[in-house]
């Protein structure tokens, strides 16, 4: 698998993540909105763990920095 995320864009989506499941066990959201965020939330932190945005790739977005060669 490609990985095509950098660190900061990981982080980013797992903050986000955590913020919808705070948002959710403090009652804010409920409902439809709590489902289909909790979904999101859900594939936020799957494609932050493995490094590779599926969505990334038709686009041919890369957000991972290049590697030096020494």
């Given at each position: 698998m490609i990985k095509?995320?950098?660190?900061?864009?990981?982080v980013i989506r797992f903050a986000l993540a955590i913020i919808v499941a705070i948002l959710y066990f403090t009652s804010?959201?409920?409902g439809?909105?709590?489902?289909?965020?909790?979904?999101i939330a859900t594939a936020f932190i799957l494609?932050?763990?493995?490094?590779?945005c599926p969505l990334y790739l038709p686009f041919g977005i890369?957000?991972?920095p290049?590697?030096?060669?020494k």
């Open positions: 095509n995320m950098g660190k900061l864009d990981r804010i959201i409920t439809m909105v709590a489902i289909i965020l909790g979904i494609t932050s763990f493995l490094g590779t890369n957000t991972k290049k590697e030096s060669k």
